[in-house]
């Protein structure tokens, strides 16, 4: 990593929030209050140029930490625009950002002919709750990979023989690379799938396995359609779990060519193809020399 000497790690710090999805929100009512309150406490020279727009502002925000404090957004776009935004783009692939297992929440995960999570370990992260994430993932899918800084394997090559490992080398041609592939693993946990479903999907699970639903009522659907997803063979239930996930998400707009520093934001935000256009237009509004921040 670079080092950090042109800037303080509270700037640093303070320019990360600006891909957080507060920040984000406003955006699109053309709300640039965060973006002006940045460019104002250090970056000052942007109110002098001519026809600078929010996007450039934000492109040259995302460059600085690239170079100098690469934390979850960085790491996490970094991933998505190099190793999976090509599989998503085919129409088979999807991929969720933050999914919740139990009670463990995934960075990213992966469906495609088999399920992956993918739990991404920066440089500012600790190992304190790995292992119990790990149980929870182990219940739902197929393929489990931590993703670190080469720095960091030391740290976390012990967990387990069967959880693969990518490494991040930002100074590489090939950004990430696999360490270890993780052991695939089809035995779900049937009770942590059905948690994960939504009621409509396990309701249609049951009847499409069975091709009927039981007499329930709204009090004893969870547990009337348990019983019987219980008794579906694991390796079905397997399938059955990656296609209704293929299904729950809208397509998430994701581009490989144009504006990759905004990929992570729209699938964060889960943004369709129009949303994350009419953002993006938003965003190429120019910036306002004499704009003044309200002191409320």
Same mark, same amino acid.
């Given at each position: 990593m670079a080092s950090t000497s042109t800037f303080s790690i509270n700037q640093l710090r303070d320019y990360s929030s600006l891909f957080s999805r507060n920040q984000v929100k406003p955006w699109f009512k053309n709300d640039f209050t965060s973006i002006y309150h940045k460019i104002k406490r250090y970056d000052e020279d942007w109110l002098t140029m001519d026809n600078t727009t929010f996007v450039e502002y934000l492109r040259y925000v995302y460059k600085i930490l690239e170079g100098h404090y690469q934390n979850e957004y960085i790491f996490k776009n970094s991933f998505l625009n190099e190793c999976l935004i090509e599989e998503v783009a085919t129409g088979d692939s999807q991929v969720f950002s933050e999914f919740r297992v139990g009670n463990a929440v995934a960075d990213l995960a992966m469906f495609n002919g088999t399920s992956k999570v993918f739990e991404i370990k920066?440089?500012?992260?600790?190992?304190?709750?790995?292992?119990?994430? $790990? #149980?929870?993932?182990?219940?739902?899918?197929?393929?489990?990979? $931590?993703? $670190?800084? +080469?720095?960091?394997?030391?740290?976390? +090559?012990?967990?387990?023989?069967?959880?693969?490992? #990518? $490494?991040?080398?930002?100074d590489s041609i090939e950004k990430f690379q696999v360490y270890r592939r993780a052991i695939p693993n089809s035995e779900v946990d049937k009770n942590t799938i059905m948690k994960v479903l939504h009621t409509h999907e396990y309701k249609n699970l049951v009847k499409k396995h069975f091709g009927s639903l039981p007499k329930m009522t709204s009090f004893n659907q969870f547990e009337k359609c348990r019983e019987l997803i219980l008794q579906i063979p694991n390796d079905e239930l397997n399938s059955y779990f990656i296609s209704i996930m293929k299904a729950r998400q809208k397509p998430i707009a994701l581009n490989k060519k144009h504006y990759r520093e905004f990929n992570q934001m729209s699938l964060a935000l889960k943004l369709s193809t129009a949303e994350r256009k009419a953002l993006m237009d938003h965003l190429k509004s120019p910036i306002k020399p004499n704009h003044v921040l309200s002191t409320t």
């Amino acid at each position: 990593m670079a080092s950090t000497s042109t800037f303080s790690i509270n700037q640093l710090r303070d320019y990360s929030s600006l891909f957080s999805r507060n920040q984000v929100k406003p955006w699109f009512k053309n709300d640039f209050t965060s973006i002006y309150h940045k460019i104002k406490r250090y970056d000052e020279d942007w109110l002098t140029m001519d026809n600078t727009t929010f996007v450039e502002y934000l492109r040259y925000v995302y460059k600085i930490l690239e170079g100098h404090y690469q934390n979850e957004y960085i790491f996490k776009n970094s991933f998505l625009n190099e190793c999976l935004i090509e599989e998503v783009a085919t129409g088979d692939s999807q991929v969720f950002s933050e999914f919740r297992v139990g009670n463990a929440v995934a960075d990213l995960a992966m469906f495609n002919g088999t399920s992956k999570v993918f739990e991404i370990k920066t440089e500012m992260d600790s190992a304190k709750r790995l292992d119990f994430q $790990l #149980i929870n993932y182990q219940r739902a899918f197929n393929e489990i990979y $931590l993703v $670190l800084s +080469e720095s960091r394997l030391g740290q976390y +090559e012990h967990f387990g023989k069967d959880i693969g490992i #990518i $490494l991040y080398q930002p100074d590489s041609i090939e950004k990430f690379q696999v360490y270890r592939r993780a052991i695939p693993n089809s035995e779900v946990d049937k009770n942590t799938i059905m948690k994960v479903l939504h009621t409509h999907e396990y309701k249609n699970l049951v009847k499409k396995h069975f091709g009927s639903l039981p007499k329930m009522t709204s009090f004893n659907q969870f547990e009337k359609c348990r019983e019987l997803i219980l008794q579906i063979p694991n390796d079905e239930l397997n399938s059955y779990f990656i296609s209704i996930m293929k299904a729950r998400q809208k397509p998430i707009a994701l581009n490989k060519k144009h504006y990759r520093e905004f990929n992570q934001m729209s699938l964060a935000l889960k943004l369709s193809t129009a949303e994350r256009k009419a953002l993006m237009d938003h965003l190429k509004s120019p910036i306002k020399p004499n704009h003044v921040l309200s002191t409320t």
